[in-house]
């Protein structure tokens, strides 16, 4: 059975730094396309960034130049360094999974909360 578990979450000063990580288990991780949503209070889920087999990347306008996604296949992890954070990118972060076959897996989630 396949999880995925973010962690890395906590509590940080406005203009700080956090990593987030997401450990997915199973043996379908290098072949997953890895990709981090949030959302916050109040708001719906929204995309944040994605990076696919092939290692290029996606990110959302409003975290272009300050959040980085990595992937470690030999870990079976995928990485989110944050910098210059923002009031703004409070939520809960989620880490996604999507198979070749188009099957998402999803974790619980992991809360950053950004003080001002």
């Known amino acids: 059975q396949v999880q995925v578990v973010e962690s890395g979450g906590g509590l940080v000063q406005s203009g700080g730094s956090l990593r987030l990580s997401c450990a997915a288990s199973g043996s379908i991780f290098s072949t997953s396309t890895m990709a981090w949503y949030r959302q916050a209070p109040g708001k719906e889920r929204e995309f944040v960034a994605r990076?696919?087999?092939?290692?290029?990347?996606y990110y959302a306008d409003s975290v272009k130049g300050r959040f980085t996604i990595s992937r470690d296949n030999a870990k079976n992890t995928v990485y989110l360094q944050m910098n210059s954070l923002k009031p703004e990118d409070t939520a809960v972060y989620y880490c996604n999974m999507r198979s070749v076959w188009a099957m998402d897996y999803w974790g619980k989630g992991t809360l950053v909360t950004v003080s001002s």
């Open positions: 990076i696919e087999i092939s290692s290029n990347t």
